[in-house]
């Protein structure tokens, strides 16, 4: 038989029904098969465990222990994949007990991150995200051994270094990575700073992976940014700008999705990937409405937005692909307010999409009157930057404008109410 797809790694998947949370294995399950597509594998086997308590030396069972060796043989498969936390003791007698590697969700999911890392500063996370990630599981030799000769899933990084497998090179590495980064963030500072100095009102796009945010920047601003129907797709943020009808100049920022049990060294590392979100004025939460999880999916988002510092900002919800849904389950949904429905598909939804966000902005500003000073001219062109004038009257002395602002805006021109 000739093997069409001679790279991809074969794996088997793993299930794991602990039994305070039984509730949502089956969704985990299949979204591990998709993370395991995503890295580029196909999945030639799938099974699951039920577990009273975790077994210390192995995390599953002895009797499922062997059924896995058995399916190893039959299916051919060179990767094992467990849907939970495993430590590096239950990692290498999982390892040498079954012959083939065998890693977990979150090295899964950093593995992805590991593939699609483009900028300097995206390669730079990761790494600092796998090496964090290692750490804690050195444990000897036995385990790099069997996890160098896969040279697949689980094993590929970033950086110009290969995965190192000595401890103390590994904290070496940690502390060079966090020095390199620093110099990256700096200029990104700048960049910000000078956005802010402009004063361009900025939307960070946020949502669960594949719920169609850079389809929806594509959409809104001719992007072309790479969407697929994988997870994590897009890494590195990529900032559009935007033109809404009122003239009000804004920059759209699609970044990294959010996912169930997202490795806390990922959320770490891609502090400063989160922080372009915990500084936008408005944030669009982005839902795939089509999505049977699509609640739970919301869920986590949230959650995160919490973890991130981000949960007290303006959130407009927008629900996505209701070019997919059925009358039905469009009023089976329960969406979070202020909403909006579109297609980033189709388009549909798109013009009242952008009135939407229009509207976020002008409940961001207040209607006040200022008196400026007649003798500076210069003063009224300012403001016209900083906000909207509504009307003006010209005195012999001052000049009485009616303008919106915004709150920072307003910070900067009091002492002229
Ligand atoms: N039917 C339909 N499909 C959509 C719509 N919007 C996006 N998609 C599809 O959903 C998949 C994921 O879209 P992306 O835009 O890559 O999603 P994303 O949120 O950027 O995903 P990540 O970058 O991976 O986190 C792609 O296959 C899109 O074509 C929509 O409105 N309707
Ligand atoms: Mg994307």
Redesign the pocket.
């Known amino acids: 038989m000739i093997d069409l797809l001679p790279k991809k790694d074969k794996a088997i998947i793993v299930g794991i029904a602990l039994k305070s949370n039984t509730l949502n294995f089956q969704n985990n399950l299949d979204e591990l098969a998709q993370l395991c597509e995503s890295a580029g594998g196909i999945v030639v086997g799938v099974t699951h465990q039920k577990l009273e308590k975790i077994n210390p030396a192995t995390y599953i069972g002895t009797g499922k222990v062997e059924e896995l060796r058995q399916l190893k043989d039959q299916t051919g498969a060179n990767l094992i994949i467990i849907d939970a936390k495993l430590s590096g003791i239950q990692q290498r007698n999982l390892n040498m007990q079954i012959g083939i590697p065998v890693i977990d969700r979150s090295q899964l999911i950093i593995d992805i991150f590991a593939t699609r890392a483009q900028t300097r500063e995206g390669k730079l996370q990761v790494e600092l995200a796998q090496l964090k990630d290692q750490l804690p599981r050195l444990i000897g030799e036995a385990i790099a051994g069997l996890s160098k000769q896969a040279g697949g899933i689980g094993t590929r990084g970033p950086g110009e270094t290969k995965l190192e497998t000595d401890r103390r090179r590994v904290q070496e590495r940690i502390e060079q990575v966090k020095k390199e980064l620093e110099g990256v963030r700096k200029s990104r500072a700048l960049h910000r700073h000078r956005r802010s100095q402009v004063r361009v009102s900025t939307i960070a796009l946020v ?1 669960y ?8 920047l594509n959409a809104l601003t001719n992007a072309k940014v790479l ?8 890494l590195d943020p990529t900032t559009r700008k935007l033109f809404l009808p009122s003239g009000r100049k804004v920059v759209l920022t ?1 970044t ?2 959010f996912i169930n049990q997202l490795p806390h060294h990922l959320v770490e590392a891609f502090k400063a990937t989160f922080e372009e979100i915990s500084e936008a004025q408005l944030i669009l939460h ?1 839902h795939d409405a089509s999505h049977p999880q699509q609640k739970e999916h919301s869920e986590v988002v949230n959650n995160l937005l919490k973890e991130i510092g981000a949960e007290n900002k303006a959130v407009l919800h927008v629900y ?2 209701i ?2 849904l059925t009358n039905q389950r469009s009023t089976n949904i329960h969406r979070l307010v202020p909403f909006v429905n ?5 388009g549909q939804g798109l013009d009242e999409l952008i009135n939407a966000i229009e509207n976020e902005f002008n409940k961001m500003t207040n209607l006040v009157d200022l008196y400026l000073p007649a003798s500076d001219p210069s003063l009224v062109f300012k403001l016209s930057r900083d906000g909207n004038i509504i009307s003006q009257e010209q005195g012999d002395h001052v000049n009485h404008v009616k303008v919106k602002l915004s709150e920072d805006a307003l910070q900067r021109w009091s002492k002229y109410l």
């Not at 992976?209 to 929806?216: A, E, F, P, R, V």
């Not at 969407?227 to 797709?233: G, M, V």
């Not at 579109?342 to 189709?346: E, G, L, N, P, Q």
């Open positions: 949502g992976t594949n719920s169609g945010k850079s389809t929806l969407s697929e129907d994988k997870l994590f797709a897009t699609d990294v999705g982005i996505n692909k070019d997919l579109v297609s980033a598909k189709t």
